[in-house]
C-alpha cells in the first residue's frame, strides 16, 4: 500500500506542468509566426506593449484575427496591411518613411551633423585663438635640461 | 551676447514643443478611415436578433453609429448626451452593442433610457475591428453616400457634439 502510494506521489509532477495560455493555437509553426509578427505591431489599448505581449481584450481579439488570416493564407505585408487600413500607420511599432514621418526618421541624424559642424567649428576656433609660440633658444635649453634630468631619475 | 541668446532661443523653441504636446491626446489616433466606404456588416438586431441589419439599408441618410457596451463606464456618462440627442430627432443613431451580453445591454438600456433607433449586437467584435475600434464609446457619422466623414473617439461631449458632430450632420444634410 505504501509504496503503491509512494509511487502515486512520484507520479504527481507529471501533473504540474503549467497549462497553456487560453488563446495558443494547436499549430505552433503558425503560432510562432503570429507572435513574431505581433511583436512588430502596437497593442492600441495599452500604446506601449506590443500586440504580442499586451493582455487587453483588442489585443487578444487582433491576435485570434492575425491568426486567422494567417490560417486564410495572407502574407504578413498583407496582414499589416490589413490592420493599417483600420487601425492606421499607429498600429506598425516602426513607422513607414512618408513624408510626414521624414523629420522623425532623419531628424536625429540632422541632429547629430548639426552638431558635428558647431563642434568643429569651435575646434577650429580655438586653435586660432592659441598660436603655437616657438621657443627661445634658452628655454628650448632649460626645456631638455628638466626632461633629460627626469630621465636619469 | 551670443552666449546668452543661443541658448535662450534653443530653450523657447524646446518649451514650444512641450507646450502644444500638452494639450496633445496620444489617445486620439487618427482613423484611417475617414472618407473612406462605411465597412459593410450584417448584424442582428438586440431586440430582434433573427432580424438584421446592414449599413446598406440606411444609404441615403445621414446617421450616426455609436459604439458602446454596458461594461463601458464612460458610456455611461455619454449617455444622457444621447437621450437628448434623440428627444431632439435631429439624425438617426445606431447603436453597435460591442462585446457585450445581450441580456446585460438590454438591462442597461431598460434602466438609462434608449436613444437608439436600433441597437445591433457585435458579440464578438469582428465589426469593431472591420471599424478601428480601440476603445468604447466611439462615434462614426456616416453621409448619405455611405462614407465616414467624421470619427469621435472617446465620449461625446455636449461641447463636441455642438462644435463639431452637430455642424458635420447639417453640412451632410444639405449634400446629396
Redesign the interface.
Known amino acids: 500500500m505504501r509504496r503503491i502510494f509512494i509511487l502515486l506521489l512520484c507520479l504527481m509532477p507529471l501533473f504540474a506542468y503549467a497549462g497553456e495560455a487560453k488563446d495558443m493555437a494547436t499549430d505552433q509553426v503558425l503560432e510562432k509566426r503570429m507572435i513574431g509578427l505581433a511583436e512588430k505591431l502596437r497593442c492600441?489599448?495599452c500604446?506601449n506593449e506590443s500586440l504580442a505581449s499586451s493582455h487587453a481584450?483588442?489585443a487578444a481579439?487582433?491576435r485570434r484575427?492575425v491568426r486567422e488570416l494567417m490560417t486564410k493564407g495572407m502574407s504578413d505585408q498583407e496582414i499589416k496591411d490589413y490592420l493599417?487600413?483600420?487601425?492606421?500607420?499607429?498600429v506598425l511599432y516602426e513607422p513607414p518613411v512618408k513624408s510626414y514621418t521624414l523629420l522623425l526618421w532623419f531628424g536625429p541624424f540632422a541632429l547629430l551633423l548639426v552638431g558635428l559642424a558647431l563642434l568643429l567649428v569651435q575646434l577650429r576656433k580655438r586653435r586660432s585663438a592659441m598660436p603655437e609660440v616657438a621657443l627661445s633658444s634658452e628655454a628650448q635649453q632649460r626645456a631638455s635640461a628638466l626632461l633629460n634630468n627626469e630621465k636619469d631619475n | 551676447m551670443m552666449r546668452f541668446i543661443l541658448p535662450f532661443v534653443v530653450f523657447v523653441v524646446l518649451a514650444g514643443f512641450l507646450y502644444v504636446g500638452l494639450s496633445l491626446d496620444p489617445r486620439d489616433v487618427p482613423s484611417p478611415l475617414i472618407g473612406k466606404a462605411a465597412p459593410a456588416f450584417n448584424l442582428p438586431e438586440l431586440y430582434n436578433p433573427t432580424k438584421k441589419f446592414s449599413p446598406e439599408d440606411v444609404k441615403g441618410k445621414v446617421w450616426l453609429l455609436n459604439v458602446w457596451a454596458s461594461w463601458c463606464a464612460s458610456c455611461k456618462d455619454e449617455h444622457p448626451i444621447l437621450v437628448e440627442l434623440a428627444r431632439k430627432n435631429i439624425v438617426p443613431v445606431y447603436g453597435l452593442d460591442y462585446k457585450d451580453k445581450r441580456s446585460d445591454a438590454e438591462n442597461t438600456l431598460r434602466s438609462a433610457g434608449d436613444p437608439y433607433t436600433l441597437v445591433l449586437s457585435d458579440t464578438d467584435g469582428r465589426v469593431g475591428i472591420d471599424y478601428g475600434v480601440y476603445g468604447v464609446p466611439e462615434t462614426y457619422v456616416i453621409d448619405k453616400q455611405g462614407i465616414i466623414q467624421y470619427k469621435q473617439t472617446g465620449p461625446i461631449t455636449h461641447r463636441n457634439l455642438r462644435e463639431k458632430i452637430l455642424p458635420m450632420v447639417a453640412k451632410l444634410e444639405k449634400l446629396p
Open positions: 492600441l489599448v500604446q481584450e483588442l481579439d487582433l484575427e493599417v487600413a483600420r487601425y492606421g500607420d499607429f
